[in-house]
């Protein structure tokens, strides 16, 4: 089974704060994604990489930007966070299509 | 934006009857779909998945249903469980693509004992 691994469960951070989420993965995967959940719209793609230092933009990459320096770990950075990022973050990694998700980092922007 | 379409948002059950779960999509370049079941406090997992050329797939109490024609496709949960309780999502994906895949907006299935 696909392991991926999310840093933090639940993080609270004071708007303005630049924030860091981490993902790990076990399985060699070469894509690696980072969603957004919130009641009612479903996973929302914010970026996705395919390999080491490259990344692309998924469907909602405003006030974010990543990271992929090593192929099993994949960052998401909120540069600067605003309350309206408060939500339920998801890091998936695949080879050929299935997904594996995390657990989730819950982040609330106060 | 590709989309696909989920109905209904939530769903309740009695234990025992059959769950029903709709997803409708438009680009004909789908030829992936699978769905993801969600328990509270986790990531979801693939629990059953379909492609086109089959109109369907059952694994144990889970049956996919596809309709080509009609672009639609849905779930059904023979027997439903209180512990089938979970938030499931449908998706989509392009034929050849590790990258695009498209969710529905997901439906809260609770099974009452």
């Known amino acids: 089974d696909v392991k991926v691994t999310q840093s933090s469960r639940y993080l609270v951070k004071r708007t303005g704060e630049k924030v860091f989420l981490e993902c790990v993965q076990d399985m060699d995967h070469e894509n690696m994604f980072w969603y957004r959940q919130d009641p009612g719209l479903g996973l929302r793609l914010i970026y996705f990489?395919?390999?080491?230092?490259?990344?692309e933009k998924g469907d909602i990459p405003e006030g974010y930007s990543v990271s992929r320096e090593k192929k099993e770990r994949f960052s998401l950075i909120l540069e600067s966070a605003s309350t309206n990022q408060t939500s339920m973050y998801l890091c998936?990694?695949?080879?050929?299509?299935?997904?594996?998700f995390g657990s989730g980092t819950r982040l609330t922007v106060v | 934006q590709q989309q696909v379409k989920q109905s209904p948002q939530s769903l309740i059950v009695q234990k025992g009857g059959i769950s029903i779960i709709n997803c409708a999509y438009e680009n004909t370049a789908f030829d992936y779909f699978p769905w993801y079941q969600q328990f509270p406090g986790k990531g979801p997992a693939l629990l059953i998945a379909?492609?086109?050329?089959?109109s369907e797939k059952k694994e144990g109490r889970f049956t996919i249903s596809f309709n080509k024609s009609a672009k639609q496709f849905s779930l059904h949960i023979m027997d439903s469980q209180p512990g089938d309780s979970a938030t499931y999502f449908c998706?989509?994906?392009?034929?050849?693509?590790?990258?695009?895949?498209?969710f529905g907006s997901g439906t809260q299935l609770t099974v009452l004992p």
């Open positions: 998706a989509a994906s392009p034929s050849g693509s590790a990258r695009q895949l498209t």
């Open positions: 990489s395919y390999d080491v230092k490259m990344k």
């Open positions: 998936a990694s695949s080879s050929t299509g299935t997904r594996g």
């Open positions: 379909i492609r086109p050329d089959v």
